[in-house]
């Protein structure tokens, strides 16, 4: 229920409104006109024809990737953090022993078909030894290819 | 034998050409009726045929232009793909929608059901063949013009009622009700303000009432009377938006409540047609608007001879479509930034604010003649 008030208070509020309420659309529409004047404020990108200079947002999360260096060597211990972190089993870390004896990653398995890059396994690394790539055009004709061994060469860390 | 007479240059044109191509014919049947009767009959033909070029021309160029500005305010491109930016897109839905299925749902009034579109499109093609586009281009000089438009403005809320009765469907009847209920309202304070410009150009043909704004830009009746022409102005586009049913008004619509209102229910040709006579509408009110206060055909000219022979160069044609595009221009920003009001706030907007305000302002530019003038 509306409280009730007195003539003079119900004028005050109908004049009070008759200029806040132009005022109101005046700021409005002061925002879309300049929108519609500075075209270098849209945001859509014409994706096949401009696919040569199109750059990624670095937020982007694409396929998971290994950070390698020059020598292909990685940071993985094999610990299987990222396995458990997975909520949809998509990594499988077999671990091998080295010469010395010692538990070092022997195939970095990546089934991504049924990722779905939502990222935990980086956050949950202990090491930085992944992380999500910026490519997105990963669409294949083949399901073989989308179950990938990340790491190049076996035995390190 | 009265004939009744297309005044244009054209008209005499073809008055001048028949009875030369008559000569041809066997003397039996020459005479002088048939002469002016065949004239006149192809006058007919070539105004009908240009009311319907304006028409149904300007439609896929503003269904273009509205999914351009609607997609640079909300910072996207709009269509880019069919042809240079996406300007044959437009021609492909057209004729996609033409070639569809027309079918009515069970339980509706047929009748109605496919005369309801028929009748929307009555309105702005009568008001189009009101329009002066230019000194010797139009194709009705009545001069009861704008009774007339307020008369004919009707057909518009008859079409949308019948339209949302006959679907047998309780959303378009809701939204059908609803912009009945609206469209009636403000066709008060619409018609009020075509009063006032009656009323300061003392005439009600819309030729004459393009004549009285010859001049400079001051004189064209926004700018003429001071404040209170621009005031009109703004309440004349107001409720020409209410009228046209679009959006901050579109409550007969509202795709967000009703799933499109009172054309719920149509496809095809007949969903086509009221696309049409909405866009048709948006032409023939911002005409209108253009006649009655922003100087019709006339260029708008400052003052300073050297650029007004400039301006005078380009035909009063073009002057009056910038002019209506222009509008156009506005009524879409409007419709692209303002938020849709609640039915209940609609009415009072039009019943305490618009309604009082135009009295006023009637007040006003009597009280501006009986002084001033």
Known sequence: MQKQISTIQYIKRYLKRCITGPWSLICGLSVTLKYFFNPKRIVTEQYPENRKTLKMHDRYRGRLEMIEDADGNNHCTACGMCERACPNASINVLATKNIAGKKVLGRYVYHFASCTQCGLCVEACPFGAIRMSPAF???????????MILNKKEGQG | MFVPSV??????????WVPRLAEYLPASIQSEDLNSVVAFLINAVICIIAVCVVNIGSAPILI??????????QCRLGPMRLGWHGTLQTIADVIKMLFKEVYAPSGADKLMFYLAPLIVLIAPFIVCALIPFDKNLVVADVSMGIPLIIAVNGFGVLGILLG?????????LLGALRSGAQMISYEISF????LFVVMISGSTNLMSITMGQEGTIFDWWIFKIPVLGFIAFILFFISSTAEMNRAPFDIAEAEQELTGGYHTEYNGTPFAMFYLAEYIALITNSALATTCFLGGFFPPCIGIDAVDNVLKMVPGVVWFFAKIYFMVWCYMMVRWTFVRPRVDQLMDFEWKF???????LLVAGAAFIAIGL
Not at chain 1, 137 to 147: I, K, S, W
Not at chain 2, 7 to 16: A, Q
Request: net charge negative.
């Open chain 2, 164 to 172: 949302g009765w006959s679907s047998n469907n309780k959303y378009s």
């Open chain 2, 191 to 194: 018609t009020m303000i075509l």
């Open chain 2, 7 to 16: 005044t244009h240059p054209i008209g005499d044109f073809v008055r001048d």
């Open chain 1, 137 to 147: 055009e990963v669409a294949t004709t083949d399901p073989n290819d989308l179950e």
């Open chain 2, 64 to 73: 273009y232009m509205e999914r351009k500005v609607c997609a640079h305010v």
């Open chain 2, 354 to 360: 618009l309604l009082p305000v135009n009295l006023v």
